[in-house]
């Protein structure tokens, strides 16, 4: 657990007056001069949130995630060469995207209790602002700005990234080599409000877009559209509850307008040092033919290397 230095953070950060949303959205420089200033003060308030909150806390780790998924993964850390049990859990829906079961639906209720309880915590988080503010999504990684710092969480974020979006994607779309940093943030759809995203690509080596809806969630449009690049065909999606989709940031996509209900999107990225990732196609990447059971790459990486860890530190570049 984390030494608090300021037994008075939380008071602290619940006092502090955000910056305006056309202050963020203009990316005026005082935006960024809040957060940083007030980088620690927040870290200490997450954790003295947490102490002060341990006997009614979730403390989220990786027994919320859907039961095959976690066997498969843990067998492939233990023997990589069992990784095809991996491969096998994804459905293709176009070269360089793919689709799977990634939280437990019976465990996910608990896991967006704890996401609510981190909202009534009070403590300031910044809005992710990319191709849009988001108004009620926040920041999940360190390097980014007011991200969500309570410790449990940061511990169970990075066991996401390490433990089974980093060999996943290495599997599935071959980044190794480009996915040493990591990004995150969370996301909320509403019609009369952040309804939708025009087509775009991401800044990463691989994207895992994650639906935390619960199954009565339901809502209405925002299908998500994807770009084959090789038949110039559009593929449309719509998440499930607790379903993942996972691709590469070249892969154009756009998220239709949402007409009725939410829906509720976890957004973990990966990309190399400095914001570098791959040139070309997904194709040039890797593919997994399920059907046959078998990883197909263009690159020599072996298992072993697929399942293991960057040896590099992370760097400080944010793409927003």
Do not use: C
């Not at 959205?25 to 935006?31: A, C, G, H, K, N």
Request: glycine content about 4%; hydrophobic content about 35%; charged content about 25%.
């Amino acid at each position: 657990m984390k030494t608090i230095t300021n037994t008075n953070a939380l008071a602290e950060a619940r006092a502090l007056e955000l910056p305006t949303r056309e202050a963020s959205l203009r990316r005026e420089p005082s935006v960024s001069k809040f957060w940083n200033d007030n980088r620690k003060l927040l870290e200490e308030a997450w954790a003295e949130w947490e102490i002060e909150n341990k006997d009614s806390l979730l403390v989220p780790d990786e027994t919320l995630l859907d039961p095959k998924l976690r066997k498969a993964i843990n067998e492939a850390w233990e023997n990589p060469e069992k990784e095809n049990a991996v491969a096998d859990l994804w459905e293709e829906i176009i070269p360089g995207v793919y689709s799977a079961q990634f939280f437990d639906l019976e465990r996910l209720a608990e896991f967006r209790k704890y996401l609510e309880d981190t909202v009534n915590s009070e403590i300031p988080r910044r809005a992710p602002y990319g191709i849009q503010l988001n108004r009620y999504g926040v920041m999940l990684d360190p390097r980014s700005e007011g991200h969500l710092a309570a410790p449990n969480f940061q511990a169970f974020y990075n066991e996401i990234m390490d433990r089974y979006m980093r060999p996943i994607a290495r599997l599935l779309l071959g980044t190794y080599g480009y996915d040493n940093q990591t990004f995150g943030f969370s996301i909320q759809y509403n019609p009369d409000k952040d309804k939708d995203l025009h087509a775009h690509t991401d800044a990463s080596a691989a994207t895992l877009n994650i639906n935390i809806n619960l199954p009565d969630e339901k809502f209405t449009g925002s299908q998500v559209d994807f770009h084959d690049k090789t038949t110039r065909k559009v593929v449309q999606t719509i998440f499930e509850p607790g379903k993942a989709i996972i691709h590469t940031g070249k892969v154009p996509h756009a998220t239709h307008p949402i007409t009725s209900g939410q829906r509720n999107n976890l957004v973990v990225w990966l990309y190399g040092d400095r914001m570098q990732i791959p040139q070309g196609g997904a194709s040039s990447y890797g593919s997994v033919n399920n059907s046959a059971s078998k990883v197909v790459t263009t690159e020599s990486i072996t298992a072993r290397e697929r399942w293991s860890l960057p040896e590099d530190p992370k760097d400080t570049f944010a793409p927003f």
